[in-house]
C-alpha cells in the first residue's frame, strides 16, 4: 500500500508543470508559444472592448441622476449618488439660467428664514443637519436679468453647500458638473428608493434634451 502511495505521489509530481520565464513573462515550459498568448489574453484586455475614452472620476465614483424641470420648466438639475449615500446636487447643463445672456452672475444661500451657508454640520452624528424637503430652496442663482431657484430635489439632511460659489460664482458657468456643486444631501434610504423612479439617467437625459 505504501508503495501505491508513493507511486501515486511521483506520478502527480511528474505532472505538476515547470514555470520560466520568457520574455519578461512568466509562461509554462513546453507550451511555448502558446502558453505565452494565453496568459497575455488573460492580463491584457482587448482594444476593441476599451470605451473610447476613460470614464472621469464623477463617472467612477458615482451614480449620475438627473430632475429636469424640477417645479418650473427646463429648472434642470442634477444628483450624484455616492455608495455611501451621499448625494451632491447642483445644475445640469439644460437648466435655463444658462441661456441668460452673461450666464450666472451671483449666488445668495440666504433664502426662506436661513442663509444655508451657516449651517455648520459637525461630528459623525452630523450634528446641527437640518432636514428638508425635496422642493425646499437651497440657493438663487442670479443673473443680469433674473434669478433662479436650485432646489435640493431629494428629501434628505443638508450636510452642506458649497460656500466657493459666494466669491466664485462662475464656476456654475465654466464647471458646474464639479467645482461649481451647490450642496451635498444625505437621504435616507427609504426616502431615496421613493423618488429615484422619477430621476432621469444619463443617457435619458441627454436625450431629452438633445445634449
Known sequence: MTGQIADSIADQELQVPVLVV??????????????????????????????ISPPSAIEFNFVIYFVPDFTKPEHDQYIYRHANGLCVIGLA????????????????????????????????????????????????????????????????????????????????NTAADREGYIAIIMPKPADW???KASFLTFDEYKKLRQL
Open 22 to 51: 520568457k520574455d519578461n513573462l512568466v509562461v509554462v515550459d513546453g507550451e511555448g508559444d502558446d502558453g505565452e498568448k494565453d496568459l497575455q489574453e488573460l492580463l491584457m484586455p482587448n482594444v476593441d472592448d476599451l470605451p
Open 93 to 172: 447643463a439644460g437648466h435655463v439660467a444658462f441661456k441668460d445672456e452673461g450666464g450666472v452672475t451671483s449666488v445668495d444661500f440666504n433664502v426662506g428664514k436661513s442663509n444655508r451657508s451657516e449651517i455648520k454640520v459637525t461630528g459623525k452624528r452630523k450634528r446641527n443637519a437640518q432636514h428638508f424637503e425635496s422642493n425646499t430652496a437651497l440657493c438663487k442663482i442670479c443673473t443680469n436679468n433674473t434669478f433662479y431657484i436650485a432646489r435640493c430635489c431629494i428629501k434628505g439632511s443638508l450636510l452642506e453647500v458649497n460656500e466657493r460659489l459666494i466669491k466664485q460664482p462662475e464656476l456654475l
Open 193 to 195: 428608493l421613493k423618488s
